[in-house]
């Protein structure tokens, strides 16, 4: 477990010193910045139009952070070859890997809470800057804590890719892997429509093929509730707690897919 | 209990793209290297020195064979607190600085930090790392990089040391100062496997060598008892040598061969057959002088091109000779 720390410490220290973050949290900021700037342009839907940009912003800006860092990860070490060295050491294969995915995690965590603190502030500033009349049309209040859920499940997501880009990362280079875990991101958004396949083709099997994908692809979907909490609308609590669940199982299932995989293979 | 045993220890690799086929790295290594030894493990490029060395790492699995360190099998991570390795040509982090990346590896030890510190500090003197500790190690050489490499493969006071070309990189100061490590290594108790292209990083050092050419074993055993690099003949050189006293010599098979290197200054081949000292006085009661006597040896470099040459094969499957 010490390990395990250890590993993730020092990718945490690496990919903070690696510029690449500076420049995508910076990028994020000034999204957040524009979306002000729209706000001020079209009076009474301003704080709605903030907060939906301001969250779409986090979970893109996470996406790219947890794909880009996540392809390189391994790769890296074993291209390089600071793996030989590493592994020479007194660590288990499997404590490499889950250092690498915890390092990760809290690289993740903390460009998600220094974008989630950012968009706040601009809530909170455009709270002042509205009359009375103003904010009794708005559906929520503007620094509205209850979108923290949002930011809790994109968090999940985030995380959710991060093992599937590392997962792909321990055998494939980065480009396969970059272009792996966006479709997979991508499938996994629309997968909805994949269960409900029926309605669209004659063919059975094809139905019960599209039926299967569904399950066993990840269902992003699930964890977009952006549009529930802007406009203030119930998410049961129930309903965070299974997403939670889901994506800690289907973590789990990759992780232990990359450790198989990692264990087995011969480093070039 | 050995420091190092391997067991028919073998390598393939598939190659080529479309039709894969097995490629002999290693073939059936045995070897066994005691503790406290120095211990050299020579070949030409591509011998499968490098491909050892991570086999006994468990970087890479071996196809068939087994191996040992320190009586245990290789990968078990008990070993790994007891032994330090140098990869071939050691590349670490971009963004750590030199202090960082040992402590990192120190912490994998689990060593406390005012430990860490302590050891860090000590292993970078020692390795001959200045104020450039503090530095990224983007922004490192080539030989400062094999410095840190080696500095953190002995950050744990290894039973046993692993060095893969600890030598290559470095300026001819930096290899004393390595030669200089390994026998303080040695000196402290330690076991030391080196590999290396070069002979005579071997002769100062080693208690014995093994020699590998296209992944087999071809020699093992005290260099100076290596029958490939016993004396071969002498090499003499004299002046004030007439010609009669050459011919005469030559007609009795003492001088296989005499190159002029000036007015009566040759240098001459004697064969092995013959005592020098005996020929030498023959020569020089005919009014020669000495200048200089030199046993002739085969160089690591000759003896690999002759292995080659004899044992011409292609390292495939099944046409190996
Ligand atoms: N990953 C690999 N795939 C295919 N061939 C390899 C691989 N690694 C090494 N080889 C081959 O195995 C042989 C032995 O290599 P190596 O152990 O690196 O030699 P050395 O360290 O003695 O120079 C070489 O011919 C090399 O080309
Ligand atoms: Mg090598």
Request: aromatic content about 10%.
């Amino acid at each position: 477990m010490q390990v395990v720390r250890h590993v993730a410490l020092s990718v945490f220290k690496e990919s903070v010193r690696d510029r690449v973050l500076y420049s995508l949290v910076a990028f994020a900021t000034l999204l957040i910045g524009a979306s002000y700037l729209i706000g001020q342009l079209t009076a009474g839907q301003d704080v709605k139009i903030i907060k939906d940009l301001g969250l779409a912003a986090i979970a893109i800006f996470g996406l790219f952070i947890a794909v880009f860092i996540g392809i390189g990860l391994v790769w890296k070490e074993v291209e390089r070859r600071s793996i030989y060295s590493l592994l020479s050491k007194p660590i288990r294969r499997h404590e490499f890997i889950l250092g690498k995915y915890a390092g990760l995690a809290l690289t993740l965590l903390v460009n998600v809470a220094m974008m989630t603190a950012a968009f706040y502030v601009v809530l909170a500033y455009m709270n002042t800057q509205a009359s009375d009349a103003l904010r009794a049309v708005w559906p929520a209040p503007a620094a509205d804590p209850g979108m923290l859920r949002a930011v809790a499940l994109i968090v999940l997501e985030l995380l959710l890719v991060t093992a599937i880009a590392l997962f792909f990362s321990t055998f494939s280079s980065p480009f396969l892997s970059a272009a792996l875990t966006f479709g997979l991101w991508v499938a996994g958004h629309f997968n909805a429509d994949l269960r409900n396949f029926e309605v669209v083709v004659e063919s059975k099997t094809a139905a019960y093929l599209a039926r299967g994908i569904y399950y066993v692809l990840p269902n992003f979907a699930a964890f977009d509730i952006k549009a529930q909490v802007v406009n203030a609308l119930p998410v049961p609590p129930t309903y965070l707690l299974l997403a939670a669940a889901y994506a800690l199982v289907y973590i789990a299932l990759l992780l232990t897919g990359a450790v198989l995989v990692f264990s087995r293979r011969d480093f070039k | 209990m050995d420091a190092i045993r391997t067991e028919a220890l073998t390598k393939h690799y598939r190659v080529g793209f479309w039709r894969p086929r097995p490629y002999v790295a290693l073939d059936a290594l045995t070897l066994e290297v005691r503790q406290g030894e120095v211990f050299g493990f020579l070949g030409p490029n591509g011998a499968g020195k490098t491909t050892t060395l991570k086999l006994l790492m468990q970087l890479i699995y071996p196809t068939s064979g087994r191996a040992e360190i320190l009586g245990r099998p290789v990968g078990d991570v008990a070993v790994r607190r007891r032994i330090g390795y140098l990869p071939e040509n050691p590349y670490f982090y971009d963004y750590l600085t030199a202090e960082e990346l040992l402590d990192y590896f120190a912490s994998l030890f689990g060593y406390a930090a005012a430990e860490r510190r302590r050891r860090v500090a000590s292993l970078l003197d020692e390795v001959g790392i200045g104020a450039e500790r503090r530095l990224q190690l983007r922004k490192f050489s080539k030989g400062m990089l094999q410095r840190v490499g080696i500095a953190q493969a002995i950050l744990n006071d290894p039973e046993v040391v692993f060095f893969d070309e600890p030598m290559s990189g470095l300026d001819p100061l930096g290899r004393r100062e390595v030669r200089q490590l390994i026998l303080r290594l040695r000196d402290r108790g330690g076991t030391v496997f080196f590999s290396s292209h070069v002979l005579s990083d071997a002769e100062t050092l080693c208690s014995r060598v093994a020699i590998l050419a296209e992944g087999r074993l071809v020699a093992s055993g005290h260099l100076s008892n290596l029958l490939a690099f016993q004396v071969r003949g002498w090499e003499l050189v004299v002046t004030g040598l007439t010609e009669a006293a050459l011919e005469r010599a030559t007609t009795l098979g003492h001088i296989a061969r005499a190159t002029p290197l000036g007015a009566q200054h040759y240098a001459l081949e004697l064969p092995i057959t013959v005592a020098p000292d005996g020929v030498l006085s023959e020569l020089t009661a005919c009014g020669a002088r000495l200048v200089s006597l030199t046993p002739v040896r085969e160089t690591l470099e000759d003896y690999f091109v002759r292995q080659v040459a004899d044992a011409p094969r292609e390292r495939g499957l099944g046409t190996g000779t």
